[in-house]
């Protein structure tokens, strides 16, 4: 039997994945790719998976949903795995952090306290934000630029940030852009406030731009 067999079953569980990372990651008998990644090297490959993952849910194919969930799961277990080996976290630490916090969050179904409405001030008890400025530096700088626009301001809103955003102001900073007047500043800006005029239109700019790219694909003809 090879060294690293791995015993045939009818149905493999999350216990059968850890062990086969593990084996995967073997420092001698590994396979040569996995057991040379680190976090940084799969970063990229952590966001391509949620992003499929999400692909399948807007397609409405729990078949598809349903390997690319494997393959997120795949991920988490590949990072816990690395953090293991180093000694910092295991698999039951992470299960059992999520499994507290899902408690912790929901006094009104565990705890019996129906008086919670917050629940934005909960997570940032829970968190100890105390600033608006606590609660803009907790948005993930990994996300989309244009969701993580969206989502700062929607925080900065809550926290009593006034929203001034002008149409006008968008076709002024469009035409520095053309102008070529200190023209990336002017066009990031020009977003920024795109995003924000979706928001007070109720609107989510994320996804708007992604059925733009859709409509786009299915009929390129012009820009």
């Not at 994945?17 to 799969?42: F, Y």
């Not at 039951?92 to 507290?100: L, S």
């Not at 969206?150 to 968008?170: I, N």
Request: proline letters at 5%; hydrophobic letters at 40%; glycine letters at 6%.
């Amino acid at each position: 039997m090879p060294m690293n067999a791995y015993p045939q079953k009818e149905h493999y569980t999350a216990d059968d994945l850890l062990a086969i990372l593990a084996i995967l990651r073997d420092p001698e008998n590994g396979c040569p790719w996995d057991k040379v990644q680190t976090h940084t090297s799969i970063r990229m490959n952590f966001l391509e998976e949620a992003y499929e993952a999400v692909d399948a849910i807007d397609l409405d194919d729990p078949e598809l949903l349903c390997e690319e969930l494997g393959d997120v799961l795949m991920q988490v277990g590949f990072h816990t795995q690395i953090e293991q080996e180093a000694g910092r976290f295991t698999w039951q630490q992470v299960c059992d952090g999520v499994c507290r916090k899902l408690i912790d969050r929901h006094p009104h179904i565990f705890g019996g306290d129906t008086s919670i409405k917050d629940w934005d001030a909960l997570k940032n008890k829970e968190k100890g934000r105390v600033t608006l400025q606590d609660d803009l530096d907790s948005v993930p700088k990994a996300l989309p630029a244009l969701m993580r626009a969206a989502k700062l301001q929607k925080r900065a809103a809550r926290g009593g940030v006034t929203d001034t955003t002008d149409p006008a102001e968008l076709e002024t900073l469009a035409r520095r852009v053309e102008a070529g007047d200190n023209a990336e500043a002017a066009l990031g800006e020009l977003l920024f406030k795109t995003a924000a005029l979706a928001r007070l239109a109720g609107l989510d700019p994320e996804q708007a731009l992604q059925k733009a790219n859709a409509a786009f694909t299915a009929a390129p003809h012009q820009l």
